[in-house]
């Protein structure tokens, strides 16, 4: 019964920055990985930035060395800084939870970069 909560997403125009937060709404205890994921329009989901459970990180090419993946495990919480945003980075943002065989998918918050 993991359910996850995603904020901070918003209008930010390009090079601007924002902070994406997501809340596991119960305990979670152990986990395999949380990550965020990236829906362009018209496009398939895909990973933006991973974090697995011994704090080992990845992230997609078109991300790296501007965003940078965090958690708490204590706050129950995984947040994604993402600096130095381009247009291209628009998308819904997803949070996602591994735990075992079971995933978990927040509802996704709406990044729009435009000037």
């Known amino acids: 019964q993991v359910q996850l909560v995603e904020s901070g997403g918003g209008l930010v125009q390009p090079g601007g920055s924002l902070r994406l937060s997501c809340i596991a709404t119960s305990p979670i205890g152990w986990f395999d990985a949380m990550g965020w994921y990236r829906q362009h329009p018209g496009k398939e989901r895909e990973l933006v930035a991973r974090?697995?459970?011994?704090?080992?990180?990845n992230y997609a090419d078109s991300v790296k060395d501007r965003f940078t993946i965090s958690k708490n495990n204590a706050q129950r919480t995984v947040a994604l800084q993402m600096n130095s945003l381009k247009p291209e980075d628009t998308a819904v943002y997803y949070c996602?939870?591994?735990?075992?065989?079971?995933?978990?998918w927040g509802q996704g918050t709406q990044v729009t970069v435009s000037s």
């Open positions: 974090i697995g459970s011994d704090a080992r990180t």
């Open positions: 996602m939870l591994s735990r075992r065989s079971n995933v978990y």
